[in-house]
């Protein structure tokens, strides 16, 4: 067999194909549009498109979900007479949240068919819409812990009226304006692009005093204070209901009755293992949802820097989305009232939910779990 002649066209052009050059991310962009993109990124080689493609079907999955969960959400919430009370404001508030939180999928979706950074302006209505919705899925998340606390600790002194929700609401929609308008006019802190430069958040890996600031004061307000309250208020609840079930039992050992529930049924879990895994959920719910990003904000402000490449700098994105599509599923779907409101409105789901009393229900809520107080 002779040599094989390398000039030879197909063998030229297949030698060049394979031979691919190894960009940084940002390579593609100008003066104006790298301004505005921290240098820490710009070190780091451009993802590989499967990457891009990769986290682009997650998010249409997210997407999906979250409309499709949280739209029913406010569908039945907002037209059943029977829900509209004052704890389920909250739910209503939390699935408009996270529905807000999904709209930044479509942008998402196209920087990731782009492979990186499209536009300053993109980037900022997708920080803004990830300000908006993350700030105020955490503190609905603590006006629901407390609201479950109120009505569970004080059934009837202490239940959160409609009017008393509907100022927690907007107070909540009120503490977003500062941590959203701030960073956007660059007044205090400012929106950046992040990880593959598809996904924009605050700049926290700007190492002034100024930004660094800005950084643990955010994460005290954001993280630090709803983090404390849900911890808080469902330790509270699971106390009582400990407390009140052992004066239960107490009561039962002293009338030689096996227990002073009418309707208890042996082999069912007990009223504290219900309550207690439910407060677990809901902590683990927004633990996993925004840890992450407390824990990325804080390294990259006052940390080694050098851990957060774009691969690390994605898990946060990955984790508040998946928690926003899931959210209503936690906290609405696990509500009786409204499984069986959804069954008669959409029957061919099958949803099979038992028809109970108005009086059955709230005992239930009341000494039972929490979410079904939702």
């Given at each position: 067999m002779g040599t094989p002649n390398w000039t030879w066209v197909p063998f030229y052009d297949r030698r060049i194909m394979e031979v691919e050059i190894q960009h940084n991310l940002g390579w593609n962009l100008g003066p104006e549009e790298l301004s505005h993109i921290p240098d820490h990124w710009l070190v780091y080689p451009e993802p590989e498109k499967s990457l891009h493609i990769l986290l682009a079907m997650f998010y249409v999955v997210f997407f999906v979900s979250s409309m499709t969960g949280?739209?029913?959400?406010?569908?039945?919430?907002?037209?059943?007479?029977?829900?509209?009370?004052?704890?389920n404001m909250f739910v209503v508030n939390l699935a408009l949240f996270d529905l807000i939180m999904m709209t930044c999928a479509p942008m998402f979706i196209y920087n990731a068919y782009n492979q990186g950074y499209t536009s300053h302006l993109s980037c900022q209505i997708f920080a803004i819409i990830g300000s908006i919705s993350g700030i105020g899925a955490g503190m609905t998340n603590a006006a629901i812990a407390y609201d479950r606390y109120a009505t569970i600790t004080s059934p009837f002194d202490g239940k959160v009226t409609r009017t008393k929700a509907m100022l927690?609401?907007?107070?909540?929609w009120l503490y977003i304006l500062p941590w959203t308008v701030m960073p956007?006019?660059?007044?205090?802190?400012?929106?950046?692009?992040?990880?593959?430069?598809?996904?924009c958040s605050f700049d926290y890996l700007t190492r002034t005093f100024d930004n660094q600031l800005f950084v643990a004061v955010i994460f005290v307000c954001s993280y630090v204070f709803p983090m404390l309250a849900i911890i808080y208020f469902y330790s509270q609840i699971v106390n009582k209901v400990f407390s009140h079930e052992a004066a239960l039992r107490k009561q039962a050992k002293k009338m030689?009755?096996?227990?002073?529930?009418?309707?208890?049924?042996?082999?069912?879990?007990?009223?504290?293992?219900?309550?207690?895994?439910?407060?677990i959920a809901i902590c683990s719910v927004f633990v996993m949802a925004w840890t992450p990003y407390a824990v990325l904000a804080l390294i990259g402000a006052f940390g080694d820097q050098s851990l957060l490449t774009?691969?690390?700098?994605?898990?946060?994105?990955?984790?508040?989305?998946t928690v926003g599509?899931?959210?209503?599923?936690?906290?609405?779907?696990?509500?009786?009232?409204?499984?069986?409101?959804?069954?008669?409105?959409?029957p061919w789901l099958a949803i099979k939910e038992k028809d109970v009393s108005d009086t059955h229900?709230?005992?239930?809520?009341?000494?039972?779990?929490?979410?079904a107080t939702a």
């Open positions: 949280n739209g029913l959400v406010l569908w039945i919430f907002t037209t059943s007479k029977a829900l509209r009370t004052a704890s927690i609401c907007v107070f909540i956007a006019l660059e007044v205090w802190g400012r929106f950046v692009p992040e990880g593959f430069l598809t996904t030689n009755v096996e227990s002073l529930r009418a309707n208890q049924n042996q082999n069912s879990e007990s009223v504290e293992l219900r309550i207690a895994k439910a407060a774009p691969n690390v700098s994605m898990i946060p994105a990955v984790a508040c989305k599509s899931i959210d209503p599923y936690i906290y609405a779907l696990s509500h009786p009232r409204f499984r069986l409101e959804l069954q008669k409105r959409v229900s709230v005992a239930t809520e009341q000494s039972a779990a929490p979410t």
